[in-house]
């Protein structure tokens, strides 16, 4: 089955710098990769994701990169602020269905003033 | 819209007793989900269930059974639980056009 490793565990970053989170996939044949954030005491929420027949997709601050030869794609914050930080959780998953998403252990992100 | 909403937030139980925790959504979704959350582990599927009258196993389900009540309630019970089922339980149904999952607010559980 599927297995998704991410890293780093936990990042630290001064405001106003990028941060990077990345994530590996097994089964080659996923094609769904969501990211979900995590605020301290909250839900997870969907802050972006991308199918894999895009390489990169950006959503203001946020974007998403996806390497389907290497199995791995990975989370890009710039200008970060504040309110970024939170626990952030990559997937993979074969299908949009939510039976199949298999997700990664988490980063917390920490961004300091 | 409330979304998804669950019950109890937070609820500490000795080992062996049993509760059920409760689901409901108003987004008119078919499928609805019941993942835990342990630190270091990401969130992990227990049992899904991809429209009424239809639930199935997830990675995670022994110690727990659910029902789908109807389509807009699902519920998990824990018949006799166990220190290992101590986690945050979320709720969730998943968009059928967009793939997105809403999660519940989550429900912390202690078994002493």
């Known amino acids: 089955g599927e297995n998704v490793e991410q890293h780093p565990s936990t990042l630290s970053v001064q405001e106003g710098d990028s941060a990077v989170i990345k994530c590996t996939y097994s089964?080659?044949?996923?094609?769904?990769f969501p990211w979900y954030k995590q605020e301290l005491g909250k839900r997870p929420q969907l802050i972006i994701d991308i199918r894999s027949n895009v390489g990169e997709k950006k959503d203001q601050r946020i974007a998403v990169t996806l390497n389907k030869t290497a199995k791995h794609f990975s989370l890009h914050i710039t200008e970060t602020q504040p309110e970024d930080s939170a626990v952030y959780f990559c997937a993979a998953s074969i299908t949009w269905e939510g039976q199949n998403f298999v997700f990664g252990p988490g980063t917390r992100l920490s961004v300091l003033p | 819209n409330a979304g998804v909403t669950q019950t109890p937030k937070f609820q500490v139980l000795k080992t062996g007793q049993s509760m059920t925790l409760q689901c409901a959504q108003d987004?008119?979704?078919?499928?609805m989900y019941w993942y835990r959350q342990d630190p270091g582990m990401g969130l992990r599927l227990i049992y899904y269930s991809a429209s009424e009258g239809t639930t199935d196993k997830g990675e995670v389900p022994n110690g727990y059974n659910v029902s789908r009540l109807n389509k807009r309630e699902f519920s998990l019970r824990l018949e006799s639980a166990a220190p290992s089922q101590t986690s945050v339980y979320f709720c969730?149904?998943?968009?059928?056009?967009?793939?997105?999952?809403?999660f519940g607010e989550g429900s912390r559980l202690t078994v002493l």
């Open positions: 089964d080659s044949a996923s094609n769904y």
């Open positions: 969730a149904t998943s968009s059928e056009n967009t793939g997105e999952l809403f």
């Open positions: 987004m008119n979704h078919n499928s």
